[in-house]
């Protein structure tokens, strides 16, 4: 059972996203399911997902431990092959993309980093550049150029020359959305991004995505556990309840205490702070 509120499809950009008026925007979009159905083990994450995601929009995907956010994430990557139904990325199917031509439009954080070999910092992040040079090429004074931005937008301008074994949790999360800033794709797939960030890194890391989205015309789809920064930093939101159920719409319909109280199975209430709305558990006394 899925139940689809306020369908991105007819509606527009956020007024936040873009200087152009939604009667004049022509976009296709960047991520499209049509009918979608994951499952993992004998278990359905989601069935009959119709989902589309333009230029300049953020979706949040949230469910609890264990429901599917990671495999509907890889699905959405093209790693994995859906049950059912068809994906869409910029308008191409996978298949036809194939794996260059995926890796050039659509980028994925994965939740874990492996580092299995020795390389500094700013060796790790020029890794980004891959699927955009060709066989036997090597990374450019340019491609060095880019790396080391990236790295200065993430806070590590420093430590380009250090030991990527050398890193804390969150600063190797850090060279890690770095490494993905630098593939510079039109659509981020990123899973769980705050993962070992402090609070001021999490709130950077955020607004230099939503920057992304909202200046180069990228879009996101974010695997997230804080729903009060998952309120404030999408335009969409995909509840996974398990079972193939699903909610999905428009953040401001879909995130309300009632929906996430049913989602976490615990019982939060809503309060009101001028434009923004913060949602709290609710402690028993």
Not at 49 to 75: C, D, F, Q, S, Y
Not at 105 to 116: E, F, I, K, S, V
Not at 143 to 150: F, P, S, V
Not at 225 to 231: E, F, G, K, R, S
């Amino acid at each position: 059972m899925s139940a689809n509120v306020a369908p991105a499809s007819s509606r527009p950009v956020a007024s936040d996203q873009t200087n152009e008026p939604a009667g004049s925007r022509r976009y296709s979009p960047l991520l499209a399911s049509h009918d979608l159905a994951v499952s993992i083990g004998g278990n359905t994450v989601v069935a009959g997902l119709n989902l589309a995601l333009h230029p300049g929009e953020r979706l949040a995907i949230l469910g609890r431990n264990g429901v599917g956010k990671t495999t509907l994430l890889h699905t959405l990557a093209g790693l994995a092959r859906p049950e059912a139904g068809a994906l869409e990325l910029d308008g191409h199917g996978y298949a036809a993309l194939g794996p260059r031509g995926a890796a050039r439009l659509r980028g994925l954080l994965p939740q874990h980093q492996g580092d299995a070999f020795t390389a500094s910092v700013l060796e790790t992040v020029l890794i980004g550049r891959h699927p955009h040079l060709s066989r036997w090429d090597w990374e450019s004074e340019a491609d060095e150029g880019l790396a080391r931005a990236a790295l200065a937008a993430v806070g590590l301008a420093d430590l380009a020359a250090r030991s990527i074994h050398t890193l804390s949790g969150g600063e190797r999360q850090r060279v890690a959305l770095a490494t993905l800033l630098v593939q510079a794709p039109r659509l981020y797939l990123l899973d769980e991004p705050l993962a070992h960030l402090d609070l001021n890194h999490q709130v950077a890391m955020l607004e230099l995505f939503s920057r992304r989205a909202r200046e180069d015309g990228a879009a996101l789809v974010m695997v997230l556990h804080d729903v009060n920064l998952a309120a404030r930093y999408s335009d969409q939101a995909l509840l996974l309840h398990g079972e193939g159920e699903h909610e999905l719409g428009d953040s401001e319909a879909v995130l309300d205490a009632a929906s996430l109280s049913r989602l976490y199975g615990h019982p939060l209430r809503v309060i009101e702070d001028g434009e923004r709305r913060w949602f709290v558990p609710e402690v028993p006394t």
